[in-house]
């Protein structure tokens, strides 16, 4: 009887797609979980890109100005290099929020870590839901300014009756005074200015006798000027003014954290009235 050698039977292998694939799946939940935060991202690039609006003086006029400081201020204090990026504004906040902050601007540039000079106000949040909006830092308000020996008191406009008023025509200002009483005081204004501080200049001139525009506009040329008065537009709708902020995205909560304590220090220490003292504007509180 003749024996045959008996062969074992062969082991169905295991796969090596399924092997490859458990062990990707092993490894995808740590990779997740160690994926990096918005601003581990920023520390690992060493800069903080801070967006700022192009030609807004005193905040920013050809790379200088109390926003390029606090920008500059803010990337210290979380002990980045800063990198500015100027932007021109778009049609409506809604648009810079979407250009800046959240997605990029249709040119290719941006968008920025952080946009300073936002406004704090709860509908522009509530129609930016992409977007972490915090951080106030200084309330704006519109103003006017007059030549004390042309207009001894300002209790109302009349007290301007006859006289020149330079004013930024595409602005708040500049709507507010054109729509005054039903255009009463319409035949005094020069509305060929581009800012309040184009306004405040021709005041400084003298070829008129007030100027009005944002606070921080006239006070940046007209401060500490014994011959010009700077005070509140006599005008009821605009007495507290708004507040000014930051912006990034809505997942950069930790970056907001951070930017919000190094704010908070600046306002504390005193180095944020500084800043607008150095730009001759009077800080005020949010």
């Keep these: 009887m003749s024996k045959h050698t008996m062969t074992p039977p062969r082991r169905p292998a295991l796969g090596r797609r399924p092997l490859l694939a458990a062990a990707l799946g092993l490894a995808a939940a740590p990779l997740l979980a160690q994926e990096p935060t918005p601003l581990a991202r920023i520390r690992a690039r060493g800069s903080l890109v801070v967006a700022v609006y192009n030609d807004m003086p005193p905040f920013n006029s050809g790379g200088q100005g109390i926003d390029v400081a606090l920008a500059q201020a803010l990337a210290q204090a979380l002990g980045l ?3 500015l990026l100027p932007f021109t504004a778009g049609e409506n906040m809604n648009d810079d929020l979407r250009n800046m902050v959240w997605k990029g601007h ?31 830092y200084y309330r704006e308000r519109v103003m006017i300014a007059r030549a004390v020996a042309a207009a001894p008191r300002l209790a109302t406009l009349d007290d301007l009756a006859g006289l020149k008023i330079a004013v930024p025509g595409q602005s708040l ?38 100027a009005a525009g ?42 907001a954290r951070e930017l919000q304590a190094a704010m908070n220090s600046l306002a504390s220490s005193g180095a944020l009235a500084k800043l607008f003292a150095a730009g001759k504007v009077t800080w005020r509180q949010p």
């Design 81 to 83: 290099k800063l990198s």
């Design 106 to 136: 249709y040119l290719g540039f941006g968008p920025a870590d952080v946009l300073l000079h936002v406004p704090v106000d709860k509908p522009l949040m509530a129609e930016n839901p992409r977007t972490l909006i915090f951080a106030p």
């Design 173 to 210: 200002a500049g709507w507010l005074l054109i729509g005054a009483e039903s255009g009463k005081y319409q035949a005094q204004l020069a509305t060929k200015f581009a800012d309040g501080t184009e306004a405040a200049a021709a005041l400084l001139r003298g070829e008129v006798a007030a």
């Design 214 to 255: 944002q606070a921080s506009e006239l006070e940046s040329v007209l401060a500490g000027d014994a011959r010009f008065v700077i005070e509140p537009l006599p005008l009821p709708r605009m007495r507290d003014g708004w507040v000014v902020g930051c912006a990034v995205k809505r997942e950069a909560e930790d970056l």
